[in-house]
């Protein structure tokens, strides 16, 4: 017997809409295609595009994988928030950091010494 979906309210769609153009801009970020992406979570290339537009909904147990490949917690997937609080994309300058943290020391301090260095510039 198969079951009928439940209903999916207004508010319910904006969120799988704004949580997947967050996956999507981190995929982008990381240098993922959908289909990569597809292969680490063992689904095809359709599922994500479907996932990236809030057509789909990503299972539950697929949030551990998710968020480690994506380099985020559940926290900042579910809901980003700006650095003022609210809600919102994150500022360019703050995903900027966010990837800086995420490189090696030498090349994080190669580009400390060169913000530096344009900073004294004025």
Do not use: C, W
């Amino acid at each position: 017997m198969k079951t009928k979906p439940f209903p999916v309210t207004d508010s319910e769609l904006s969120f799988f809409k704004a949580f997947g153009q967050r996956m999507a801009g981190l995929r982008r970020q990381r240098g993922l295609t959908q289909s990569d992406l597809g292969e680490l979570l063992g689904v095809d290339q359709t599922a994500v595009a479907s996932y990236e537009i809030g057509r789909r909904r990503v299972p539950l147990s697929m949030l551990p994988i998710l968020t480690t490949t994506l380099g985020v917690s559940v926290t900042e997937l579910i809901e980003q928030r700006s650095s003022n609080g609210k809600r919102g994309p994150t500022p360019k300058l703050q995903r900027q950091i966010d990837q800086v943290s995420r490189l090696p020391k030498a090349k994080q301090k190669f580009v400390s010494d060169f913000l530096e260095t344009v900073l004294q510039q004025g």
